[in-house]
């Protein structure tokens, strides 16, 4: 039965590594990202809904009592 031989992994692999880093780094770098990035100001109107305007209570089922 011949042996398996396992001479070019070591270069195989450190070529697909360095293949990827590559590949990675020029993805990478074709992002435009912006130079000042500002927070938006948001402006949300208040809307009433029924439930803002009276109180109520969540139960936990914790604090429920036993049945």
Do not use: C, G
Request: aromatic letters at 12%; charged letters at 15%; a positive charge.
């Amino acid at each position: 039965m011949p042996q398996l031989d396992t001479s070019t992994w070591f270069i195989n692999i450190v070529s697909m590594i360095l293949t990827l880093f590559i590949v990675f780094q020029l993805k990478i770098s074709k992002h435009s990202y912006p130079m000042h990035p500002e927070a938006k100001t948001t402006k949300m109107a208040k809307r009433l809904t029924p439930w803002e305007s009276k109180w109520t209570k969540i139960y936990s089922p914790l604090s429920l009592p036993q049945q």
